[in-house]
């Protein structure tokens, strides 16, 4: 049970808006690095076509401390949950040792040329079995439960 480093970084100048604050979308497009991180080591041993891809479908964004020009920046992941067609993710960015922001994100795997949903392989199915137990600090806001995914 623990976080798995999946990106780092460092702030630069073009994150900044008017304010000098770092744009409110840059903290999810940072945290979307991380996921196609995830995505590419599942697909890593996947002999299937390029256009298999995941779509985020499912967004939850908590900031909670400002990152600054130049600091470092790193993201720690957990896979929350996973099924046939689906996976959770929570990443955890973090700066000088505080959590910065947290993104949620709920995902699907998807056929670009079909332009529909379709079951995740069986070795992008295997990858994610063999990812620890989420931690406890790992409190999702989102739920795959219950959820239509046709």
């Not at 470092?72 to 929570?90: C, G």
């Amino acid at each position: 049970m623990t976080w798995t480093k999946t990106w780092e970084g460092v702030v630069e100048e073009d994150w900044l808006d008017e304010l000098g604050h770092v744009n409110f979308l840059t903290y999810q497009r940072i945290a979307d690095f991380a996921s196609v991180d995830i995505w590419r080591r599942a697909q890593a041993n996947e002999r299937s076509a390029s256009n298999v891809q995941f779509v985020v479908v499912e967004m939850h964004v908590r900031y909670l401390r400002e990152l600054l020009l130049m600091s470092r920046v790193e993201i720690y992941s957990s896979l929350i949950a996973w099924d046939t067609k689906r996976f959770h993710l929570l990443h955890r960015i973090e700066s000088a040792g505080a959590i910065a922001c947290t993104v949620e994100t709920m995902n699907l795997c998807f056929d670009v040329i079909l332009r529909k949903i379709i079951p995740l392989a069986p070795a992008t199915s295997s990858y994610f079995a063999s990812w620890c137990e989420p931690p406890k600090d790992a409190v999702p806001r989102l739920s795959i439960t219950g959820r239509r995914h046709d």
